[in-house]
């Protein structure tokens, strides 16, 4: 059988995760280890950052708390695969499967097994303007994609990954205790601006 570690030192075999291998920890710890851009950026910004800055979005177009946490948890599965930038992704069929497997194991954990196709809309839009409003500080040269405006203000800055890892793992303790506390179905956010 082949097995990974993990920060927490859990031990399974990624090819069959369950929902007892998943670890906020380990989850919000590899991310803001993990680089954007496959590393080929100006300076370190995370995975986690990136995702900490989604679910910021998120709430400032005052989306559910639900929505939040899928933006905060949308790059989940990178934690346990590592990222792959997205003009490789896309070539790479058994990684997608692979890496759709890994999410939805993740999102069951989190209470998010059941997002429908419009919430998954959603976060994947707000993905991508996010993506559009990085690369024009992160990467030299000509931008592929057109910079989208977004309703809040990114945290660009260069931080270290200690406060990442805390801010990230933190953002989704205070959103799983709200969703305990008060699960609802909200009515889906409108997206037109």
């Known amino acids: 059988m082949s097995t ?3 920060y927490t030192g859990k031990q399974f075999d ?3 995760m369950t929902e007892e291998d998943v670890s906020l920890r380990d989850i919000a710890h590899a991310l803001s280890l993990l680089c954007r851009g496959g590393g080929q950026v100006t300076y370190f910004y995370s995975v986690g950052q990136h995702s900490v800055n989604c679910a910021r979005e998120a709430r400032a177009r005052g989306w559910s708390d639900r929505l939040v946490l899928a933006c905060l948890l949308h790059d989940a599965s990178e934690a346990y695969l590592s990222d792959i930038i997205r003009p490789v992704k896309e070539h790479l069929q058994g990684y997608r ?12 954990k989190f ?6 196709a419009e919430e998954n809309r959603c976060w994947k839009q707000i993905d991508n303007e996010m993506l559009s409003n990085e690369m024009p500080a992160m990467l030299n040269g000509r931008m592929p994609i057109e910079k989208v405006k977004i309703y809040s203000e990114p945290d660009l800055a260069e931080h270290p990954f200690r406060e990442v890892e805390e ?8 959103l ?4 305990a506390v008060s699960y609802t179905h909200l009515t889906l956010p409108t997206t037109s601006r």
Not at 99 to 108: A, L, P, Y
Not at 176 to 179: D, G, H, Q
């Open 97 to 108: 499967e692979i890496e759709s497997q890994i999410m939805q194991v993740i999102f069951e």
């Open 167 to 174: 801010e990230f793992y933190f953002m989704a303790e205070e």
């Open 111 to 116: 209470g998010l097994g059941d997002l429908t």
């Open 14 to 16: 990624p090819m069959l």
């Open 176 to 179: 799983l205790s709200l969703r």
């Open 4 to 6: 990974m570690n993990t």
